[in-house]
């Protein structure tokens, strides 16, 4: 059960109105790394957990308190667009503010569609997916994915950060600056713990002598040059610790030629010289005909 209280997590007040930000705020609301997509994701794993208790209660812990950066970021927005278009235009545009939307910089659809209020999209009007989001019921490749999540989230609110001058706004992003640092740390937290347990490689249930051992710790140089070789990826102990690392400097080719069959006659495919495609059988004839 959610409840709802009036009051935001931390102040939501802009100094002055500039619909232009408020277009670029979306990403952060909206983006494949916003704040919408964490809420979703934190929330689906914790409800997903069949894991320790203290797991699903952190993840619904920092769930709820996505939606409540979600409801901050869309009251910034609906209040940056106040005064809405960004400037005057010329008579040109026969005072239509979607013309002068488009003209100014902001979001047209802030006007059209959500009527000066916050969408869920990103800053370039791409509406939110749950394809952003990730729950597979591993918690540690999940607390992983949530770590990533964190660091571009807060990568991205940094660069917002750097790219007003509004002090109410800087405010604002300052606090959801502060909470990725927390977030950051606590699924770092989270991730040490797990492997403290288990191994490291996701997932640690399969049997490794079921993968091709040969080439599990195997770094193959595939590209020009060998500076990769210098990496901590290429030499010493693997990070589980249960081989060496193995430098491959001219990697080999293991596997065959492909060679595919021809397709049947139904298909239509480009016919190959000196082969003949197979019949098609009655039924596909007749499936086709």
Known sequence: MFKHIKELQYNAKPTKPDPVYAKKLQEILGGQFGEITVMMQYLFQGWNCRGEQKYRDMLLDIGTEEIAHVEMLATMIAQLLDGAPAKEQDAIVDQNPAVEAVLGGMNPQHVIVSGLGAKASDSVGYPWTSRYTIASGNLLADFRANLNAESQGRLQAVRL?????????????????????????????????????????????????????????SFMNFSEGEESAQGRWATGQSMDKQANFEYIANPEAMGQVPNLNQAPAYIHDTPIPGQTSPKADSASHTQNN
């Open 161 to 217: 950060y750097e790219s007003t001058t509004d002090p109410g706004v800087r405010d604002m992003l300052s606090f959801l600056i502060a909470r990725d640092t927390m977030h950051q740390n606590q699924f770092m937290a989270a991730i040490e713990e797990l492997e403290q347990n288990q191994k490291p490689i996701v997932p640690s249930t399969f049997p490794q002598e079921l993968e091709k051992q040969e080439v599990s710790y």
